[in-house]
């Protein structure tokens, strides 16, 4: 049974960091490319972050840059989120996904296009408030 399962969400406070964590199952979790989605309220949910399958290269949407980081770990199947001076806009529920399959390793890039990810976790809250 596939599963993706976000942790690592919560009350953070402006300025402060937290680190979301996606663990896999069921899937061949490093011939995957993972992205990170978010939900505001009352919005439509957008992409944040991406990784790809092949070499790890990220994409990342321009509200999120430069303070956002993904990363992956094939060897725990898990991919992280680590968000650094959060905002309140940063305010959500996130969700991670997987998109693939691609069974050379050889996609280098990634794309934050819903429609593309083939598996989704059920999302976690993040609350930026002092």
């Known amino acids: 049974q596939v599963q993706l399962v976000e942790s690592g969400g919560g009350l953070v406070q402006p300025g402060g960091s937290l680190r979301l964590s996606c663990a896999a199952s069921?899937?061949?979790?490093?011939?995957?490319?993972i992205g990170w989605f978010r939900q505001a309220p009352g919005k439509e949910r957008e992409g944040v972050s991406c990784i790809s399958s092949g070499d790890s290269s990220t994409y990342y949407g321009d509200s999120v840059k430069g303070r956002f980081t993904v990363s992956r770990d094939n060897a725990k199947n898990t991919s992280y989120l680590q968000i650094d001076s959060p905002k309140s806009e940063d305010t959500g529920i996130y969700y991670c996904?997987?998109?693939?399959?691609?069974?050379?390793?050889?996609?280098?890039?990634?794309?934050?296009?819903?429609?593309?990810?083939?598996?989704w976790g059920r999302g976690i809250q993040v609350t930026v408030s002092s």
């Open positions: 996904a997987a998109e693939g399959p691609d069974p050379l390793l050889l996609v280098r890039q990634c794309w934050l296009i819903q429609g593309r990810y083939d598996y």
């Open positions: 069921g899937f061949n979790f490093p011939h995957y490319i």
